[in-house]
C-alpha cells in the first residue's frame, strides 16, 4: 500500500544537510585505542546536534500536533495505538471523492470511523465474529444516517461479508436486507433486487419469518419496474412486476399485489395490449381502500386502453372514466394541487374524444372546462395550447351545422344556412358555449318562423336588385361598346339576362317553400 496524499511533516534541519568536515583518523596505539584503525568517528558536537534534530522530526510526527489536519491526527492515533488496519482504512476511504473529503474535514465522522474500525480490528484479532459484524453494522448504520451513502455501503458489504463467515441465517438475512436498502436509497434498484433475493432464500430456506424479506423484494422489483418504464423498456418492467405479483399472492401481501396490478395495466397499455391492461385496472380499481390518487391514475389508462380498442361500446366506456377522472380530479385539487393537472388534461383528451364521436357540443363544454382549469393553473403554455383547442372545437360544431344541411337537403337547413351566412357569432369574444344556432328551434312558433323568413326575403331582394342592377349595367356597357358589327353578341347578352332573372325566382320559390330544391339553369357567366 502507497501513501501519495499524505506525508509526515519532518521539519528540515539546516545544518543536518550540510557536509560534515573531514574526519581524523588516529593512529594506532595511541591513548584512544578503542578505535580501531581507519574507523571513522563524528564528533560529540555534531552527534549532538544530529540527535536533537531526530527528537524535534518525532514531535512533528506526534498526533496531537497542530500543524497536523484532523484527518493526519486520526490516522496517527490508530498507527501509534498499534492498529495499523485501522490506519489503512481511513487513509483509504477518506482519500479522493467529495464524500471522502467531507468525512476528513469532520472531527466527529473521523472519531467514529476510527473507533468502529479500532473496534472491529480488535474483534477480529480475537477471532470475534460477531462482534465484528456488530462493529461493522454500526458504522454502516452511522454513516448511512449521515448521508454518506458510498462510506455506509463499504461497511455495509463488510458486514455482509462477516455475516456470512459467521453463517448465522439471521445475521445473514439482517445484512443482505440492510445492504438491498442501501442500494435502493442510492438509486441502484437492480443490485437491491439481488440483495433481496438473497435474503428472501436464505429466510426460506433456514424457516424464519419471510414476510419482512418478501416485502422488501416487492418493493425493489416495483421501483426497478418504475425505472425501466421510464427508459422504455417495457417488457421488462412487465416481467419484474409479474414476478413482484406472483410473490405477493404466495405471502399474501395483498396491498402490495394492488400496486403490482396498477403497474401491470401501465405497462400492458404501453405494451399495446389494452385488454389485458383492463384486466389488470379493474381488478385494482375493485379493490377494498383503494388510494383515491391511484384509483385516478387507473382511470386515466383505462380509458386509454378502451380507446385502444375502439369501436362505439369501448369508446363510450372510455367516455365514462374520463368523466369520472374530471368530476374526482377536480374534487381533490384543494388538497392535492397536483391532480388539476390530471383533471385539465382528462377534460382535454374527453373533448377530443366527444369530437370524434360527433358529439360536438359535449365537446365544447367539456373544452371550455379544461381552458378553465388552464387558467386557474396559471400556466401560459397551457392556457394559449386550451385556448386553439377551443376554438376549433367550436368552429367544428358550427360548420357541423352547416355539413349536416348540405347532407339533409331542407328547405329548413337551407334557412339555416343562409341565415348564418349573414351572422356575426359574438360568442369568442364573450366567452360563451353557444354556436348561435340555438334560435333556429324545430319547436319555435310558426309566427316567428315567418316573420323571420320574411325578413330573409326583404334581403335577398334588397340585394338581387342592386345586383341585377350593377349587372345589367355592365351588360350595356359591353354591348355598347361592340354595337358596331355585334349584333349577334347583343342578343346573347339579352339572353344571359332572362336567366339571371330565372335564377332569382328559382331563389324567391325555394325561400318561400312553393317550390323543392332543384338545379335550376345558371347563366355561364
Known amino acids: 500500500f502507497t501513501i501519495k496524499s499524505w506525508q509526515p511533516k519532518i521539519m528540515s534541519v539546516s545544518h543536518a544537510t550540510r557536509p ?14 578503542m578505535n580501531k584503525p581507519g574507523r571513522s568517528v563524528i564528533s560529540s558536537n555534531k552527534m549532538g546536534t544530529l540527535m536533537t534534530a531526530s527528537a524535534k522530526s518525532r514531535t512533528y510526527l506526534q498526533p496531537t500536533t497542530a500543524r497536523n489536519t484532523a484527518r493526519q491526527n486520526a490516522c496517527l492515533e490508530s498507527l501509534a495505538s498499534g492498529h495499523v488496519e485501522t490506519f489503512i482504512d481511513m487513509f ?30 480488535n474483534a477480529t484479532r480475537k477471532g470475534d465474529l460477531e462482534a465484528v459484524y456488530m462493529a461493522y453494522k454500526r458504522l454502516g448504520d452511522f454513516f448511512e444516517e449521515a448521508e454518506q451513502l458510498q462510506t455506509a455501503k463499504d461497511f455495509r458489504l463488510r458486514a455482509q461479508r462477516a455475516a456470512t463467515d459467521l453463517d448465522e441465517p439471521a445475521r445473514m438475512v439482517a445484512g443482505h436486507s440492510l445492504l438491498g436498502g442501501l442500494e435502493e436509497k442510492i438509486g441502484d434498484c437492480g443490485v437491491a433486487v439481488t440483495c433481496f433475493e438473497e435474503a428472501f432464500q436464505t429466510a426460506t430456506a433456514a424457516g424464519l419469518d419471510r414476510l419482512p424479506p418478501a416485502s422488501h423484494l416487492i418493493r425493489s422489483r416495483t421501483a426497478l419496474a418504475d425505472q ?54 379493474e381488478k385494482y380499481v375493485n379493490s377494498p381502500s383503494v388510494d383515491q390518487v391511484g384509483k385516478n391514475h387507473a382511470c386515466e389508462v383505462l380509458a386509454k386502453c378502451y380507446e385502444r380498442i375502439g369501436g362505439q361500446s369501448s369508446n363510450e366506456t372510455a367516455v365514462q372514466y374520463l368523466e369520472n377522472l374530471v368530476k374526482s380530479a377536480t374534487a381533490m385539487s384543494e388538497t392535492h394541487p397536483d391532480q388539476l393537472v390530471v383533471a385539465m388534461n382528462a377534460a382535454d383528451r374527453l373533448g377530443r374524444l366527444l369530437s370524434r364521436l360527433d358529439r360536438h357540443d359535449a365537446s365544447v363544454q367539456r373544452f371550455t372546462e379544461a381552458y378553465d382549469l388552464a387558467k386557474k393553473l396559471n400556466i401560459p403554455a397551457n392556457i394559449q395550447a386550451q385556448q386553439v383547442a377551443l376554438g376549433a372545437a367550436r368552429a367544428t360544431a358550427m360548420m357541423s351545422y352547416v355539413a349536416r344541411g348540405y347532407v339533409d337537403n331542407t328547405p329548413r337547413d337551407l334557412e339555416v344556412m343562409l341565415r348564418w351566412g349573414s351572422l356575426r357569432h359574438d360568442g369568442f369574444t364573450h366567452g360563451e358555449i353557444t354556436t348561435g344556432f340555438e334560435q333556429f328551434d324545430p319547436e319555435a312558433s310558426a309566427e316567428a318562423r315567418k316573420a323571420m323568413l320574411l325578413e330573409e326575403q326583404r334581403r335577398l331582394a334588397r340585394q338581387s336588385v342592386d345586383d341585377k342592377t350593377m349587372r345589367e349595367s355592365m351588360l350595356a356597357a359591353a354591348a355598347g361598346a361592340a354595337f358596331a358589327g355585334a349584333g349577334e353578341e347583343k342578343n346573347a347578352r339579352r339572353s344571359d339576362i332572362a336567366a339571371f332573372n330565372r335564377n ?22
Open 20 to 33: 560534515l568536515p573531514p574526519l581524523r583518523r588516529v593512529p594506532s596505539g595511541s591513548s584512544r585505542s
Open 92 to 121: 483509504k476511504i477518506t482519500e479522493g471523492d467529495s464524500e471522502g473529503a467531507v468525512i476528513s474535514e469532520s472531527p466527529d465522522l473521523l472519531a467514529a470511523m476510527k473507533d468502529g474500525l479500532m473496534g472491529a480490528e
Open 228 to 281: 425501466l418504464l421510464d427508459k422504455g423498456d417495457a417488457q421488462g418492467a412487465f416481467g419484474h412486476l409479474s414476478s413482484a405479483l406472483e410473490l405477493a399472492t404466495e405471502v399474501d401481501l395483498a396491498d402490495l399485489g394492488k400496486e403490482c396490478c396498477l403497474r401491470l395495466g401501465k405497462a400492458c397499455e404501453v405494451l399495446a395490449d389494452p385488454r389485458q391492461g383492463i384486466k389488470y385496472l
Open 504 to 525: 332569382e325566382e328559382n331563389a324567391h320559390a325555394v325561400l318561400t317553400g312553393e317550390k323543392s330544391v332543384g338545379n335550376p339553369p345558371v347563366a355561364e357567366d
